[in-house]
C-alpha cells in the first residue's frame, strides 16, 4: 500500500467513531491537510443552491462571498480533481493574502446523485499532482462524501425522532385526562351491570375491558417518553415475586378471560424476595401474558414457571401460539417495532418497556421463538435473600 493510500486507510478509520456534525466536518479538514502535507483546508458545501463554507482552517474574513462561476462550479459540474495558483483572476476565496499558500486543490466530494462539496486544500507549493495523486485524492473525496451523506442523514433521523418522541409525549398526556374520566366511568357502569346478562351489560363490559387496554396504552407511551428522557422514577423495596406473578395472573384472567394460565412453581416453599418497584415488575409481567394472549388462540394454555437458580430467580412464560419469525427475532425489543406481524393490536412498545425495566432492576430478558411453535420469554433477577420462613 503506498503512503496516500496508507493515510486514506488512516483517515477512514477516525470517520468510523461517532462523530458530530461538526467534529466530521473538522475531521475532514485536518485529514485533507494531512494528506498533501499543507497548513491549511476549507470544506466547501452546497447548500439551498449556494456555495457556502462549513468550515476551514483559515481565519476567513466575515461576509466572505464564494467565487462560484469559476473554479469551483467546474469542480461541481466535472467531478474532477483541479489545481489552481492562490493569485489570479479566478480566486475562489478571495485575496487571502497569506504568503504561505500557493496553489489551491480542489477535490471533488461526489457521490452517485451528484456533487455536494469540494474539499480545498491550499498548499504551500505550486503543486503537480501526477495521475496516480489524482486518483487517490478522488478516492478519498469518494470516502468523505459518504462520510458527510451519512453524518447528514444521521442528523435527519435524529431531529425526526426527537419531534416523533415529543409528539407522542404530549399526545399521551393530553389523552390521558379524558381516558381516565371515561374509565371512570365505565368502571361504574359494569360494577352496575356486572350481575346482569343483558346485551347491554356485555357491551358495558366490553367496553370496560376495551378502556382498560386503551389506559395501557396510553400509560405505555407515558413511559417510553420518560424512559427515553431519563425521567421514569422507580420505587425500590423488597418484592415477593411470588405475590407479583398472583396479581399478573388476576390480572390477565380479567382482561383474557378466554385464555388459560397455569403457574408451576418450582422455586421450593420459601419466599422469593428481589429489591424492585412492585409495580413495574407487575407491568413486565404483564405485558409479557398479554403478548402470550396477543400471538395465541383462545382455549390455548400459557404456563408460568418460577425457578431459582442462586443467585437469580428465573421467570419463564411459555405460550404455543405462531411464534416470531426469525428475521424479526433480534429487533423485538425495539420501541414501536412489530415485525411481520403488523396486523396485532398494540404499538410495539410492551417488550421495550419491559427490557428497560428489567435492566433497570440488573435483571435480563430474553426470548425464544419459532414460528408455530410458540413463544419462551425467559426473565433472570437477582435474589436478596431466601428467608427460612416460608
Not at 458545501?45 to 476567513?60: A, D, I, W
Request: proline letters at 4%; charged letters at 25%; a positive charge.
Amino acid at each position: 500500500m503506498n503512503s496516500t493510500l496508507n493515510k486514506i486507510y488512516k483517515s477512514v478509520l477516525k470517520f468510523l467513531q461517532p462523530l458530530s456534525s461538526e467534529e466530521v466536518y473538522v475531521t475532514i479538514v485536518k485529514e485533507g491537510v494531512t494528506l498533501l502535507k499543507a497548513k491549511h483546508a476549507s470544506l466547501i458545501l452546497q447548500q439551498e443552491g449556494e456555495f457556502k463554507v462549513t468550515y476551514s482552517s483559515l481565519p476567513l474574513p466575515s461576509g466572505l462571498r464564494i467565487n462560484k462561476h469559476n473554479s469551483l462550479s467546474k469542480v461541481f459540474r466535472d467531478g474532477q480533481i483541479s489545481t489552481k495558483p492562490a493569485l489570479g483572476p479566478q480566486m475562489i476565496l478571495g485575496n487571502l493574502g497569506r504568503e504561505d499558500i500557493k496553489s489551491h486543490v480542489l477535490i471533488p466530494l461526489s457521490y452517485p446523485k451528484g456533487t455536494m462539496g469540494v474539499l480545498i486544500i491550499h498548499s504551500p507549493r505550486d503543486e503537480k499532482l501526477t495521475a496516480k495523486q489524482q486518483n487517490d485524492l478522488k478516492l478519498f473525496g469518494l470516502l468523505v462524501s459518504l462520510v458527510i451523506k451519512k453524518t447528514q442523514l444521521y442528523s435527519e433521523t435524529k431531529k425526526a425522532l426527537e419531534v416523533r418522541d415529543l409528539f407522542i409525549s404530549m399526545a399521551a398526556h393530553e389523552l390521558r385526562t379524558p381516558i381516565t374520566t371515561i374509565h371512570g366511568y365505565m368502571q361504574l357502569l359494569n360494577n352496575k351491570m356486572k350481575e346482569e346478562n343483558t346485551p347491554q351489560a356485555r357491551w358495558v363490559r366490553d367496553l370496560y375491558v376495551e378502556t382498560l387496554r386503551l389506559t395501557s396504552l396510553v400509560n405505555k407511551l407515558l413511559e417510553t417518553s420518560r424512559i427515553r428522557a431519563g425521567q421514569l422514577q422507580y420505587d425500590w423495596k423488597e418484592c415477593d415475586v411470588r405475590k407479583v406473578i398472583d396479581r399478573s395472573i388476576k390480572n390477565f384472567n380479567f382482561s383474557h378471560p378466554g385464555w388459560k394460565v397455569i403457574f408451576k412453581d418450582e422455586s421450593g416453599k420459601k419466599r422469593v424476595l428481589v429489591v424492585g418497584d412492585f409495580g413495574k415488575l407487575l407491568q413486565v409481567v404483564t405485558n409479557v401474558l398479554d403478548n402470550a394472549a396477543k400471538f395465541s388462540s383462545p382455549n390455548t394454555l400459557v404456563s408460568i414457571i418460577l425457578k431459582v437458580k442462586v443467585p437469580c430467580l428465573i421467570l419463564q412464560v411459555q405460550d404455543k401460539g405462531e411464534g416470531i419469525a426469525k428475521k424479526d427475532l433480534p429487533r423485538v425489543f425495539d420501541g414501536f417495532y412489530k415485525g411481520s406481524q403488523s396486523s396485532q393490536k398494540g404499538m410495539g412498545l410492551g417488550l421495550y418497556l419491559s427490557k428497560s425495566i428489567i435492566e433497570e432492576h440488573h435483571g435480563s430478558i430474553h426470548l425464544h421463538s419459532k414460528v408455530n411453535r410458540g413463544t419462551l420469554v425467559e426473565i433472570r433477577l437477582p435474589i436478596v435473600r431466601l428467608p427460612e420462613g416460608g
